[in-house]
């Protein structure tokens, strides 16, 4: 029988109920949600499939142990018995990331530092050498958390964030990262058909999850994965687990997409990402103004990120008011506005009828939803 292990998947805060219906149809047992994640069961192929489909988590991390750390000394005593050995060699590398509250340890760094001490004692003991540390590309990256007197520590199965998708040629400066943008589609109810239109691109990071989602892509097709250098990895099970993923792709998808933007920065860093991530057969990028660019026919999905500084300006207000003029011309559509300032809703002269809560990078966040009528009423949302 295969073993079963337990991992924590952390998500974007606002987001547990769409990895939990991620998770739950990828087959994770034991399912429990948390703030900002979902712990649950699985084997070891489930972390493969895990980092692979999921399209709202930040990692995969696998449960090594948990054990109480009621004094300094039981923390390097409880990591140096677990069996590394099975994790690691000599000849790999490791990073710790820690985090701490109401612990008898004060300060992140010590922490790690002690979990690395412990681990590579064990290793020395037993085989003469020891492994080194690399903090940027690590082959076992550790995160420990600790928090009144429990501990959990893990291998993250992904190593980077799993919001890296790698159709970005540069980070863009944004608070909506991959991830975030899949989890709002999918708390939406986002179901890959029709005409999805984006008023307000930017980099086209909605206009490409929702694409994929459309076709049925993998979000990890594109990149590599820690766990492929662990001495478990299994190659022959992650071997046709990708393939399995890349005969669901659906090119020929009949859902189309369209995202218009007013500036040429934009645009350009749009198409790369469209590019770079293979919808361009699907999705269309076009320079205009919301306020007086106008779909080709109904969008049956509207969504969109438009900006929202921590100060009202003349020029963001006029933004919002004219996606309030764009909205107005699709009625009837599944239309849905990413706002990180409360103050800037009103220029819409719409009223939504749901909202959810998310945290977008540092900003609190609500994801409003808007049904437009053929005869829009004013308020307030």
């Excluded at 710790?96 to 790690?112: I, L, N, P």
Aim: charged share 25%; with cysteine.
């Amino acid at each position: 029988m295969p073993t079963t292990h337990h991992y924590d998947i952390p998500c974007t805060l606002g987001l547990e109920g769409a990895l939990a219906d991620e998770l739950e149809a990828l087959g994770a047992e034991d399912m429990r949600t948390r703030r900002g994640g979902v712990v649950c069961t699985g084997d070891l192929t489930f972390g493969y499939r895990a980092c692979l489909w999921l399209r709202s988590a930040i990692r995969v991390q696998h449960v090594l142990g948990e054990f109480e750390v009621l004094q300094e000394k039981d923390l390097y005593d409880e990591v140096r018995a677990l069996p590394w050995e099975q994790w690691i060699t000599p000849d790999d590398t490791l990073a710790v990331h820690a985090t701490v509250r109401d612990s008898v340890y004060t300060h992140a760094g010590f922490v790690a530092m002690r979990v690395k001490d412990a681990i590579v004692d064990r290793i020395r003991a037993q085989e003469g050498r020891r492994p080194s540390v690399d903090k940027k590309t690590p082959t076992l990256p550790l995160h420990i958390r600790l928090n009144k007197g429990k501990a959990s520590l893990a291998r993250d199965f992904a190593g980077e964030s799993l919001h890296k998708r790698g159709y970005r040629p540069i980070q863009v400066k944004s608070p909506l990262n991959e991830a975030t943008a899949a989890g709002l589609l999918l708390t939406a109810g986002y179901d890959g058909t029709g005409l999805f239109v984006d008023p307000m691109c930017g980099s086209a990071t909605f206009l490409v999850e929702a694409a994929w989602i459309a076709m049925d892509r993998a979000p990890g097709l594109d990149r590599r994965f820690a766990f492929t250098n662990w001495p478990d990895f299994d190659r022959d099970a992650w071997h046709d687990i990708v393939g399995e993923a890349l005969d669901r792709i659906r090119p020929e998808t009949e859902a189309r997409f369209i995202g218009v933007d007013r500036h040429a920065g934009a645009l350009t860093l749009a198409q790369e990402a469209v590019d770079a991530a293979d919808v361009g057969a699907v999705v269309k990028l076009e320079s205009g103004d919301a306020a007086t660019w106008r779909a080709p026919r109904a969008p049956d999905w509207v969504f969109t990120n438009p900006p929202w500084g921590e100060r009202l300006t003349e020029d963001v207000e006029a933004s919002w008011a004219a996606l309030g003029e764009f909205l107005r011309s699709c009625p009837s559509a599944n239309a849905h506005v990413l706002s990180g300032n409360k103050e800037l809703t009103k220029f819409l002269k719409l009223k939504a009828d749901k909202k959810w809560e998310v945290r977008s990078g540092p900003i609190d966040c609500r994801l409003l939803r808007y049904v437009v009528r053929e005869k829009a009423t004013n308020g307030t949302p």
